[in-house]
């Protein structure tokens, strides 16, 4: 009896139990609040796919200089010739002008330490020959002065002589006229006297006067003739000295001519041989001058390419690395060929240097923390070996609101990576090209002069 009491006790106590659970339990809608959540994040989802979302180009690469004089470069000896001091050290800073390395001849053409003056005293030889070929010129030019004077005395002389010639052939053919008139007088007077004679008008007497006069008249007319023969004889005569004195004076004026060539000659000859032996003493002068080889630019000392004391080295050839002293620090990104197109003259770049802790985000580059800004400075018209092109960033000036500018602690050398700022897009469009593999858009064509070097 006592035991069926407590069992219905206790099954009173659990009913009660259960009223209280009952009473104090949540109710739990799971299906309608999974909804509530799932719509939720359905919204979020959709407004982050209309969030703007700034399209970058990767990119990877080193940091340099801007300038080619400011990039990392060799010295070399512009002669040949053997080590014998050294005085710079690896790492040590210089200055333009300061000695690096001297070296001594190695060549046997100037070993001679008196070739300076040797060169001066041929120089001075050839100028005494100089000297020696103007007086030869003067002479000649002399000679040829004296044979023109002489000529034109001797051809004044000569051609007188031609014209009383011509004028003696004139008298005589005037006389051989005048005689050959007289002969035909003489002539027909006989033919009219013999006539007369047969009609016993004249005497046997007159008829041989007459004809000893025309006898006397035709011998007048052959010695005239022969007196014009010779007339015409002196005047050929008269003309062939003219001739050899012409011909004489061409052959003594070649002459002088030649000779005064020669002298002109000469003179060149010496001149140049004058303006060599001065090339030479200039150019020892110069090479004695190379013995020490000496910086070009401030900057350090990075490495010797050669060792030693007593080492010859030959011309051109490099001895040792210069970095310049405050180089203008740039960074060349290289970029695939497919994105060159999109970037601008005015493109926007922000770089994460190695060794600087940074975060960056990609299509938020505003947010982005450690990162640098930069600005397109060059592209490479044509790409490098690995089928990429080569962009030149340079800092941005003014140096942005919020950012700082390039550490100076910066080496040439050092690695980089950059991202190109291209248009804002929302991201469900660069989600969609990212799927498709399409490039990123452009806010505006690309300018001819996107890939100039310029500012």
């Known amino acids: 009896m ?6 219905n006790q206790y099954n009173r106590h659990l009913d009660a139990l259960a009223v209280q659970s009952q009473s104090e339990l949540v109710r739990v809608k799971g299906s309608f609040k999974l909804g509530r959540i ?4 359905l919204i979020v989802f959709v407004i982050l796919l209309f969030l703007p979302w700034r399209q ?25 010739g053997r080590i014998e001091h050294w005085a710079v050290r690896e790492g040590q800073e210089v200055k333009k002008g300061d000695t690096i390395l001297v070296i001594s001849e190695t060549s046997q053409s100037y070993f ?3 070739l300076p003056l040797r060169l001066d005293e041929q120089l001075e030889a050839k100028k005494g020959s100089e000297s020696a070929a103007v007086q030869k010129m003067e002479a000649t030019n002399a000679q040829i002065e004296a044979l023109n004077s002489g000529l034109r005395y001797q051809l004044s002389s000569a051609e007188n002589k031609v014209r009383q010639s011509e004028n003696y052939v004139s008298i005589d053919s005037a006389d051989l006229v005048a005689v050959q008139n007289f002969y035909e007088t003489s002539k027909a007077r006989l033919v009219r006297y013999e006539s007369g004679y047969q009609n016993g008008l004249f005497s046997l007497t007159d008829i041989e006067t007459r004809r000893l006069k025309l006898q006397e008249d035709n011998a007048k007319v052959v ?17 062939i000295e003219l001739d ?16 005064l060539s020669s002298a002109v000659s000469s003179r060149a000859g010496v001149r140049a041989e004058i303006a060599k032996l001065r090339n030479d003493i200039s150019n020892i002068a110069i090479r004695r001058g190379l013995y020490i ?21 030959k011309e051109g050839e490099s001895i040792a690395t210069l970095q310049p002293l405050h180089p203008q620090v740039a960074a060349e990104l290289y970029v695939n060929a497919m994105d060159v197109p999109l970037i601008l003259d005015t493109s926007d770049v922000r770089l994460q240097f190695e060794g600087w802790p940074s975060i960056q985000f990609s299509g938020w580059p505003s947010v982005a923390v450690g990162t640098f800004a930069g600005k397109v400075w060059a592209i490479d018209k044509v790409s490098s070996s690995g089928g990429k092109y080569r962009l030149l960033i340079k800092p941005s000036v003014p140096v942005p609101v919020n950012d700082e500018p390039w550490p100076i602690q910066l080496r040439p050398g050092s690695g980089v990576y950059g991202r190109v700022i291209l248009r804002s897009v929302p991201v469900w469009y660069e989600i969609w090209r990212q799927l498709n593999g399409f490039p990123p858009s452009l806010e505006k064509e690309p300018s001819d002069a996107n890939s100039n070097g310029k500012k």
């Open 2 to 7: 006592t035991r069926l009491l407590n069992r």
């Open 38 to 41: 799932m719509a939720f994040c």
């Open 56 to 80: 970058t180009i990767p990119a990877r690469g080193t940091v340099t200089a801007l300038t080619p004089e400011d990039r990392p470069q060799t010295v070399q000896n512009q002669i040949g």
């Open 112 to 114: 001679d330490p008196e």
């Open 223 to 239: 010695s005239q003739q022969n007196k014009l023969s010779n007339s015409k004889q002196a005047l050929l005569n008269a003309r």
């Open 244 to 259: 050899n004195i012409r011909a004489k004076y061409q052959e003594s004026l070649a002459k002088a001519q030649s000779d």
């Open 293 to 313: 080889v000496r910086a070009p630019q401030d900057g350090f000392v990075v490495k010797t390419l050669k060792a030693g004391i007593g080492e010859n080295i």
